[in-house]
């Protein structure tokens, strides 16, 4: 008799998100659906009241603000960014959150630039995505990508 052992995977959000610039974020690509992203970051995840689209966010703690969000449009996802700014989150080029601001030039080249409040988006567009690299304070704050030419802003 053969023996098969079960293994539970336990969604939710990746600790150690992966930003693929012009393609996907944590595994998920714009225009996912509801059911897609469930699948992959889990149910567990908190709604924002006073946005304009659905919006979700999921934290690795409850009530606590580090992990990432997506903002839903009729057709799928539009938008997903990291949450404050979660450790282990990098690119495929290796970026990473907390690497100094100008890591994101050297790697990616000079980009256009959009002041959001207190801290700057940087924007890549490939394609029909946008790529953002937000900086806080000099440092690598966090990542988004969407559809191209929406608000780099969250």
């Known amino acids: 008799m ?11 959000l990746p600790q150690h998100g992966l930003v693929v610039p012009g393609h996907s974020f944590a ?3 714009p225009g996912a659906t509801r059911t897609q992203v ?5 149910p567990h995840y908190g709604r924002c ?3 304009r689209q659905t919006t979700w966010y999921f934290t690795y703690k409850d009530f606590q603000p580090q992990g990432a969000g997506v903002a839903f449009q009729a057709d799928g996802a ?4 990291t949450i404050w700014s979660p450790p282990g989150w990098h690119t495929n080029r290796g970026l990473k959150i907390g690497d100094p601001e100008i890591e994101i030039a050297s790697i990616y080249g000079v980009l256009p630039r959009v002041e959001c409040g207190t801290y700057t988006a940087y924007v890549l567009r490939r394609g ?4 953002q690299f937000y900086a806080y304070k000099k440092e690598v704050w ?5 559809r191209a030419g929406a608000q780099p802003c969250h």
């Open 2 to 12: 053969i023996a098969v052992a079960l293994v539970a995977v336990a969604l939710g």
């Open 49 to 51: 009241r006073n946005c």
């Open 142 to 146: 966090g990542f988004g990508i969407s």
């Open 78 to 81: 539009a938008s997903y960014f």
């Open 128 to 131: 029909g995505i946008d790529t």
């Open 27 to 29: 595994g998920l690509k």
């Open 38 to 42: 469930l699948a992959a970051w889990g």
